[in-house]
């Protein structure tokens, strides 16, 4: 009997032993972190780039440049949710339904119906979205299946709001927190008219209270989805709001068309930016442990990387039918090109080009009026020589502006110039092209200044008046050129596209259908 007890003692030691060490295992087992990631997916600045180049192949076309193509880009989205399903979203940061053919000739609907087809999950609005008008934009917003957001967009009547201001996504179980901002510089980077009755707020002001809502509502993360940019040149950036704001943990950021290849650590926020033209597809990754964000890194899927996956073909079918429709009017042919017309941006906001010299040459031909002057910005693409289609044009020109005569004085002329060029040598959408007159740049210190403006050869007056043929955006204000606004009208002339194509079939056009344009004559010489 006493061994049997010495038996059941060792037993219950052995037992105590055992259960002595299952509280240890059991929080072993409970602190196993749970780690979760969600894809975000994001673009900015593709004005309506949503036709893709062909892969590379007998065309010859460079293996590591071209525009991915919304095709593609759903292939790419596809896989990714394939492989992990609801942990991907895919958000838009402006500046998307303007600035191609396929975008213009429906005011931007085309790119909203596609964008729904896409699976788009929520988009803001950049400048360019407003160039339709207000009436067209909330035709084709009517049209989306996802949240437009803009917070610091209000009516000025009234301070309501005219946008949605957040949204708040679910991905692999977790709450993502979404709110919007829209560059002030709208006000004059689309034409003034078409915001009119808008205010558009200081967005770190705006952004703390969106911050603090979200979380509030209990997100596990806050995105910033903004059109505000990181140029220098702009007072309301991306890290304007990050240096006053607290609680953002991704910035989506588009307007100045940054490209950002690993994205940008500003504090303790990622910023993504794409660079434009839909030429990267951005992703983001945040990985969060037991609920909590722990780690966030930006990478971009280059034109390169997106030839391995496989268009989807419904989408390719949808833009297919879309063209088709289009080419009514695009493939209407205006002659034959016998050299190039730049119009590249970094050359046109920065100099002159000689398709922004036949731009001007064309609105001082179709007025007369005493000189000419329009904004690089308003030059969106180069055309090579060869068969020049209405298409082609239209893409140069895409904006619908008309042109108007107004009556200035040679002060107004020579503080639009000054105006126009003090971003020089950087780039500038403002930068004046001219006809009718020429100018110099000057260099004083690390800044130029205007100097020796001649209209038709001789020094401008200050206390003249002349007549100055411009488009309707600059006319009113837009680009800052506040010199010009409120100026009596004497001519409205018509649309600036069709005046160009005009100036081509009747001026510089032979009898075989073919013509070039040149300019000998330098018109904004830079002294050094």
């Known amino acids: 009997m006493q061994k049997f007890y010495q038996t059941l003692l060792s037993l219950f030691l052995v037992l105590g032993l055992i259960f002595s060490f299952l509280p240890a295992f059991a929080q072993a087992e409970e602190a196993e972190p749970e780690v979760k990631n969600v894809y975000i997916f994001h673009e900015n600045d593709i004005h309506g780039r949503v036709v893709g180049d062909p892969a590379p192949g007998a065309d010859g076309k460079p293996v590591k440049e071209g525009i991915i193509g919304y095709d593609r880009v ?3 989205i596809n896989t990714f949710k394939e492989l992990y399903p609801e942990s991907v979203l895919y958000l838009d940061a402006g500046d998307a339904i ?10 931007g609907q085309s790119v909203i119906r596609l964008m729904n087809e896409m699976g ?15 009436e067209d934009l909330d035709a084709a917003i009517k049209e989306a299946d996802f949240p437009v957001v803009s917070a610091n967009i209000v009516q000025e009547a009234d301070g309501s709001q005219v946008f949605e201001s957040s949204t708040i996504l679910e991905a692999n179980g977790l709450k993502i927190g979404v709110f919007g901002l829209s560059t002030p510089e709208t006000k004059v980077k689309s034409s003034p008219p078409n915001t009119e009755g808008y205010e558009f707020l200081d967005p770190a002001e705006v952004a703390q209270e969106q911050v603090d809502a979200l979380r509030a509502a209990g997100v596990d993360a806050v995105v910033l989805l903004c059109h505000l940019g990181m140029d220098e040149e702009s007072e309301f950036t991306s890290y304007y709001v990050l240096d006053k704001v607290e609680g953002i943990d991704l910035v989506i950021d588009g307007h100045s068309h940054t490209y950002l290849p690993e994205g940008e650590m500003h504090g303790d926020t990622l910023i993504a930016s794409t660079g434009s033209y839909q030429e990267n597809l951005g992703l983001v990754t945040l990985t969060f442990t037991d609920g909590k964000l722990t780690d966030k890194t930006a990478e971009l899927i280059s034109f390169e990387d997106a030839m391995q996956y496989t268009p989807d073909q419904d989408i390719a079918d949808y833009i297919a039918a879309i063209e088709e429709e289009n080419k009514r009017y695009t493939e209407v042919e205006v002659g034959t090109l016998l050299n190039d017309l730049d119009g590249e941006r970094e050359h046109v906001r920065a100099g002159e080009t000689n398709m922004g010299n036949l731009v001007v040459d064309a609105l001082l031909w179709a007025t007369d009026a005493d000189v000419a002057l329009s904004n690089g910005g308003n030059v969106r693409a180069s055309i090579p020589a060869g068969k020049v289609t ?3 044009l239209l893409t140069v020109l895409p904006f619908g502006n008309m042109v108007t005569v107004i009556e200035v004085s040679g002060q107004d002329i020579m503080d639009a110039l000054a105006y126009g060029t003090d971003a020089y040598p950087a780039t500038a959408g403002k930068f004046p092209h001219v006809a009718g007159m020429s100018y110099e740049l000057h260099q004083d210190g690390e800044a130029y200044k205007v100097e020796n403006i001649l209209v038709a050869g001789e020094p401008i007056d200050p206390a003249a008046s002349y007549k100055l043929a411009t488009n309707d955006f600059l006319a009113v204000g837009g680009d800052g050129y506040t010199m010009f606004e409120g100026k009596p009208e004497i001519m409205l002339q018509g649309l600036m596209l069709d005046l160009v194509v005009d100036y081509i079939q009747e001026v510089l056009m032979d009898e075989a259908g073919n013509f070039g344009y040149e300019f000998t004559e330098p018109r904004i010489i830079v002294a050094d």
């Not at 929520?122 to 339709?132: I, P, Q, R, S, V």
């Open 74 to 76: 759903k292939g790419i």
């Open 98 to 107: 303007h600035g191609t053919n396929f975008a213009t000739l429906s005011k």
């Open 120 to 134: 788009l999950n929520a988009m803001t609005l950049g400048n360019h979205e407003f160039n339709y008008g207000k």
């Open 390 to 392: 209405m298409g082609d």
